[in-house]
């Protein structure tokens, strides 16, 4: 789903922005999941400022908040990443998921002043309230005030977005006293084409490691009885599980030969599912074709 990633220094407006957003987006009758940090720090049992003084917790609930992201991603329903995002690292990181999904992406950075963050955030008054003991309605941190110690620290690390970032691009920059542009928003992510997934961002395709592994294992078998009955002295046409060609057991069959061909049919394989690779189904008459054409003697 596209993803409008939230991005700004502590109390600069993110989750009222975040809320607008979420309002428009079901008004234009798209399904919306709005993934808050807000919410994810309480669940997890942390308090607010003892969460951002600690670099461990924080790693979990970014963690949980991409994982969660990630989980909701489809072409239609829009998702809405309410957090500091102040890593721009963690944003790339996003970028490359969006990218994955083949879906778009924007970015609303929350532009304000630090010291006029700071006073919005002596105004905020709300006890911390942890899952233990909340209700669905209060597990929400964004009215709790941050220490000045915390805030600072918060700031300092900020990494601010940037246009000519393809990570924050589209960026649409929003100062407390503006209107969204909305509209914008919307056709950034309707009505442009997501861009095309790379190759560090694609999933790796069916040939690495799973496929030669079970393609061995269909090769092994088919040896096995080869040699089964080479050994008791069954030569001529032999039927084996899988294929409809039989396999021309001959005298000069041994472990060593069979082994010899298994590895060229491998690097061929190798070769072959750069492109596409063969359904593991055609494999046993593949490899039968291959020993019968590679192997001489009566």
Known sequence: MPIIVISGLPASGKSTRARELQEYFV???????LISENVAVPKALFEKNAFFGDSQKEKIVRSDLKSEASRQLNK????????GNYIKGYRYEIFCMTKAA????CTLFTCIPQEQAWSFNTQRSAPDVLQET????????SNVPYTREIFDALCMRYEEPHGNSRWDSPLYVALPEDKIDLESIYKSLYETRPLPPNQSTQNPPLGATNYLFELDVIMQEIIKEILGAA??????????????????VTTSMNPMHLNRLRQKFITSRCRASQT?????????QLFVQFINANTTGC
């Open 134 to 141: 909340a209700t669905e309605d209060q597990l929400n941190n």
């Open 76 to 83: 239609e329903d829009v998702v809405i990443l309410d957090a």
């Open 276 to 284: 596409t690779p063969a359904p593991l189904e055609q494999v046993p």
């Open 27 to 33: 008004s234009r009758d798209k399904k919306v999941h």
């Open 231 to 248: 050994k008791i002295g069954a030569f001529g046409q032999l039927r084996v599980r899988g294929s409809t060609i039989k396999v021309k």
């Open 102 to 105: 083949r879906t778009t992406q």
